[in-house]
């Protein structure tokens, strides 16, 4: 398609976006005097209309019931993470054995670890891209503790070149075969947070198995953006937040992907809770731990209800729109703002420079562009804010922006435009 940077443009767009009326459903932020500019779906999505009625019906069965609700609610308490389980394993393409909803990301993927790396003679180093989210580094680095093991030997970061922002999916394959034996894990971010820059997952999960290694992901930046196929790949477990493109409330719940060929392996070290136990039996509170089959044996504790409440009401809108549609629209949407960034870029060519550092193959990406600002970053970030764009700044200088398909409109990607240049004069 020709784009053309206007709004007459833009709005012809919108109206033949079959998602265009799912912007309805959500609440957009009025804290600006200037109309709110909202791109950071990639951090916190936005807030749908219909979560504060799903939060209150628990909250009215709370004071109707007290701990009756655990049975008596309209969706009760006691096995309200199961309203969820179908919806998600759609979202991230899984069968419903294979996920659960529970806790929060860092703690799952620690739960995760625990099972899933088993450092063992020489096969003991975990491989994971350098400049992970700090989050995830922590992890890495303490479960290579955790066993004794040394972080500087045995966390093995894959760079980007000389002169690069991204890694070569190719760097990684190639340090896959060269680690063989002694590689233990592999766990990467499936979307980097930092440039947006998407893995192939299928290609390291092969690669992984291909010298004996398991292999995780931590998609954070990659649920409810890109489109999953994560039984399809073979990955063996994966992790995820709620509250990112998921608009699941701050801090929301999380979910957990494990493979179903480790459904039923009891032998599985793991951290244990009730929740995980035979939901059979739990009740009867015997001492000797039996999990639940699938994924929902990693569960440790009872749902946070009101957290799930709000994730329910929110995947429900990605269930509605469909995961296709979504992708179709995301990656429309961000190829317009790309080409609006990119005019703004050559008509301001003096006074400013900056490079979008996310790929340019919409395969290797979402829906986020990493703005890298050369120079005067910060300051053109603080001129975005003030007219109402909510973007998000990472240091060293790099300005993210995501479109989020359910709630941006084209118009909002034409106005970034606008006020970018604005900015930069
Ligand atoms: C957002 C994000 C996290 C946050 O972890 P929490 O446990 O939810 O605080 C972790 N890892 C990555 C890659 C993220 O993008």
């Not at 099972?115 to 400049?131: D, H, Q, T, V, W």
Request: proline share 4%; net charge negative.
């Amino acid at each position: 398609m020709e784009f053309q940077n206007t709004l007459s443009f833009a709005q012809q767009l919108d109206q033949q976006d079959p998602l265009k009326d799912f912007r309805n459903q959500f609440h957009f932020p009025t804290f600006h005097d200037k109309t709110v500019r909202y791109f950071t779906g990639n951090s916190l999505g936005l807030q749908p209309k219909r979560t504060a009625e799903y939060i209150s019906r628990e909250l009215n069965d709370w004071a109707k019931y007290g701990v009756e609700g655990h049975f008596l609610a309209e969706r009760p308490w006691f096995a309200y993470h199961e309203n969820l389980t179908g919806h998600v394993a759609e979202i991230v393409g899984a069968k419903p054995i294979e996920v659960v909803v529970t806790h929060s990301l860092t703690t799952n993927l620690h739960l995760l670890m625990v099972s899933f790396y088993r450092p063992e003679g020489k096969r003991k180093k975990i491989l994971c891209e350098a400049k992970a989210f700090p989050s995830d580094q922590y992890a890495l680095e303490s479960q290579v503790k955790f066993h004794g093991l040394n972080v500087s030997e045995d966390l093995v970061e894959v760079w980007p070149r000389e002169g690069e922002h991204l890694i070569r999916e190719e760097d990684i394959l190639s340090k896959i075969e060269e680690l063989g034996d002694e590689l233990a894990l592999v766990m990467i971010g499936g979307v980097n947070y930092y440039t947006g820059q998407l893995f192939d997952m299928k290609k390291i999960t092969e690669a992984g198995h291909k010298v004996g290694a398991v292999i995780g992901f931590d998609l954070a930046h990659a649920a409810g953006n890109i489109n999953l196929k994560l039984h399809d790949w073979g990955i063996d477990f994966a992790a995820w937040c709620g509250y990112k493109y998921l608009n699941s409330s701050p801090g929301g719940v999380s979910g957990m992907f494990v493979h179903e060929r480790h459904a039923n392996r009891p032998e599985l070290p793991r951290f244990a809770g009730w929740w995980g136990y035979n939901k059979e039996k739990r009740f009867l509170m015997e001492p000797g731990f039996v999990p639940m089959e699938g994924a929902e044996g990693w569960q440790l504790s009872n749902a946070p209800v009101l957290g799930m409440a709000a994730h329910l009401a929110a995947v429900e809108i990605f269930i509605e729109a469909g995961m296709d549609r979504i992708g179709a629209k995301r990656d429309l949407m961000t190829a317009y703002l790309e080409f609006v960034i990119h005019q703004v870029s050559e008509r301001n060519k003096e006074r400013c420079s900056f490079e979008i550092i996310t790929p340019a193959d919409q395969t290797k990406r979402g829906a986020q562009l990493s703005i890298l600002a050369k120079g005067q970053g910060r300051s053109l970030f603080d001129a975005l804010s003030e007219e109402g764009v909510v973007a998000d700044w990472r240091e060293p200088n790099v300005i993210r922006v995501a479109p989020a398909p359910l709630y941006n409109s084209f118009e909002d990607c034409y106005w970034f435009g606008v006020l970018l240049e604005k900015a930069i004069q």
